[in-house]
């Protein structure tokens, strides 16, 4: 990952896995890392925002850190995808992939990755729902818009819409934010990660309303209008000659 995680001990990041039942503040897995690298506080309310709107996302805090007993400064705590992290979100546990970045970052060709896959595969019942989600992921790379029949778009479009009015563009990345499918809805929805404000400043004059709103390319529209990316965002909001009228009202 960035060089920023690991090129100094002092503020290096660690990734941390709790073994036996104790918890920390509910989590058994999160990662520790410099304030700055999760953008101060912004990243602690932006999720905390989408969790009142009923959005998955991980919980934040922040501690004094210290090693083998020397003080090391404050440090930001944020909680991996797991189960503790779903349950926390008010669902069912379920199956919650990401795109393997290494793969490639457009949707299209990408890879999905499931989270904590070891637990998936072990459990019969557990692993047909979770090749049930992989086959829908799949699926939805060859289609026109995301199919209302297996992707939960009132949630996406709130999603989108809340990304629009905090400048949390990163966030909605296909590399960024996670597919969880929920096993009570049997949709899958968005789990908010890497928000990331103010990281695209090519986007300051952007709002998702006009990929469907200028029959051209959007001068300011930066990461989004990429090929690799624009295929993703097409799949929801439409063109401006066939828009997704639907997805498109709900996000608005």
Known sequence: DRKIHYEDFNNMSFKEDIKGKDRLNGMEEFSIQSPIIRNYTTELFAA?????????????????????????????????????????????????????????????????????????????????????????????????????????LDIWAKYFAITDAFRLWHGSMPKSVKFFLNPTTGLIEPAFFDGHMGANRGLANF????????????ENCDFICYPKFATFYKKFFGTYDEPNDEFYAKYI
């Open 207 to 218: 709002n998702f309303y006009q990929l469907v709103d200028n029959p051209n390319l959007i």
């Open 48 to 152: 905390k925002l989408m969790r009142n709107e009923g959005i998955i996302a991980p919980r934040n805090y922040f501690v004094r850190f210290y090693i083998n007993g020397e003080y090391k400064g404050i440090r930001h705590i944020e909680e991996s995808f797991s189960r503790e992290l779903i349950e926390s979100n008010k669902r069912r546990y379920g199956p919650l992939f990401s795109l393997e970045e290494s793969i490639g970052k457009n949707y299209n060709f990408a890879f999905f990755d499931l989270s904590d896959s070891k637990s998936w595969n072990n459990n019969e019942n557990q692993k047909y729902l979770a090749i049930q989600a992989r086959t829908v992921l799949e699926e939805s790379k060859t289609k026109k818009y995301f199919p209302k029949e297996y992707f939960d």
